[in-house]
């Protein structure tokens, strides 16, 4: 009685510190009961505007200055990094009073949220991979750019894509934008010039190729109308450390910057209708290509998830540790981390790059192959032992018994289950949108950073999935039967 | 004449538990022999390493002339040749009773998918089930379902034919069918070795009873030998306990 106390008290404390442990790293002031208290969100990977220093603490232009205006404005706040896409959304759906992400000004962000006064002039650079040999932006013609979701630079690489003639890929951060390009799987990335810069003076192998071009301005941005007393705080604390030098001297200790013009884009359509019919070929194009990881991935998963699956019955100690190892591993791992292993990590030990969908594809062949696997052997130790027997006693070689005996049985068991890995590798293929894949998920993003239509927009895709889904259910019924019945 | 089957000090240990401490058989062309003992005196392990459904740790066994310890023989050659009864049937499920009796001629080659029915529809009859061939096993009853396995061992036209308790499963009044079938297949010149614990159709069909106890064959002869005058004092006590219930 009193041990399960103690473990119950232990756990309890073992909780309480990790929580306090996530709080306590997201904070750079402390509140206090005086001071009004915010949630500010910011992006995880923006150098030099904000990124985390050695002490995983995040610092930067927007990060030194934000904290330079608190003190000056008598405010406290909480720092909540998250990627830029969520963080933006989360300022409008309220979870965040504000957010600081070298968010660049534009007409179609200015009609949800209100922003200060522009702090920093930005242009938008090209870089390529020194290696590619490309010194001009017409070289790209039929290669691949990639882009960041969601940002000015990715707005302004599309208005030029047709001149230039290129295709794009989107990265939800800089840095796995950075090496698809420095691996080369992609030939070119847009990002805007200090962020750009800042990266390669800090060891990223790129190398800039045009100068600073339709450039635009960064805000700190509130929600629409909410928050007035925070953005007059934010404004009057900018014009404070703008006068006094601060400001200066935070920018000069990040870098020395250039400045550029700025143009904007005009109003979409914002209703479910109008988003469909002015997307309908971005959404189509990611279904499609949902639908050709989903197929493909449940094929070559199926075949070596069969296969794995059968390595853990024969008689075979090797093939037995063969395969409880693959299983070990592929189920253990995140299918995210997974696919950055594969599109990322792989290529830099090989040297040889694979393409998104490739990598995609055999991220899920991996993993759900490992799901499989394992359903695959449970199904066929759970064939009575005396199927085996009774087969091999009649002079059949193993693997005919096998075939005609023990597999048409152990899969009868297995159908479920089959169709429930169909299912989850339908929408596992929405983690592929991390590696720069755009599926339906991707397209999602993608749309709703310009837009910013987030829940309209996810309601289409939502609605997308489960169409898809219930086609799946309907075959895999029909399959099912029709095997039942054989 | 040769032996069918030759077996010369055969030992058989799972780790440290040996079941089977040198056994010394020789079984004839048309020879019905009758295995009894205890549970646990290795006569079924014994039977098993006659196919090879056991690995014999050491010694000797000769199956028409093919030697089983040696690495090189091809086992599903022997097995062809050597048919098996189960106490538990094991009738393939997914398969019906038709299927289950010629899957192995048809996908050995041995026959035409339609000369392997007819054979199939032959044997069924002999066994008294050709109305069921469209059945599952699952419709069948345990008797039935027995009669089945051993025209399915049939199909293969082996020469010898090994059956493990194939009555111990069984509703008592099931067995009386199982044991006609097997009577039959002895009377047509079938080379047998039957485990069993049915005493009466030991002294009726077997031409020799062979007893076993603690891994060793304890005593072997004819049933009336056997039955009537045992010498070894396991073979009495164990014969006094089951004649005698």
Redesign the interface.
Known sequence: MMKKHTWLKASWLMVTMLLGLIVFNTTTAHADTKEPHYVITTDTTFAPFEFQGQNGKYVGIDMDMLSAIAKKEHFTYKLVPIAFNSGAQGVLSGQFDAIIAGMTITPERQQVYDFGTPYYKTGIIAAVSPKSGITDLNQLRGKTVALKTGTGSAQYAVSIQKKYGFKVTYFNDSNTMYNAVALGNAAAAFEDDPVMKYAIKNGVKLKIITQPANGGEYGFAVKKGQNKELLAKFNAGYAAIKKDGTYDKIVAKYLGSNEAKFSGDAKENNSIIGLLKQNKNQFISGMIKTLQLTIFGIVFATIFGVLIGVLAVVPNKFAHGFSSTVIYIFRGLPLLVLAFFIYIGLPSLTGTKIPAIAAGLITLTLNEGAYIAAFVAGGLKHV?A??M?????????YW?AMR??IM??GI?LMIPSFVNQFIITLKDTSILSAIGIIELTQTGTVIISRNMQGFRVWFIVAMMYLIIITLLTFLAKWADKKFASK | MTAKVTVKDLHKAYGDNEVLKGINLEVQENEVVVMIGPSGSGKSTFLRTLNKLEDPTSGEILINGYNLVDKKTDINKVRENVGMVFQHFNLFPHLSVLENVILAPVELGKMSKEDAKALGMQLLTQVGLAEKADAKPTQLSGGQKQRVAIARALAMKPSIMLFDEPTSALDPEMVGDVLQVMRDLAEDGMTMIVVTHEMGFAKQVADRVVFFADGYIREQGTPEEVFNNPQDPRAQDFLNKVLNV
Not at chain 1, 389 to 397: D, M, V, W, Y
């Open positions: 009575d005396g199927q027997e009774a087969a091999r006693s009649l002079g059949l070689p005919k005609k005996v048409p049985q009868k």
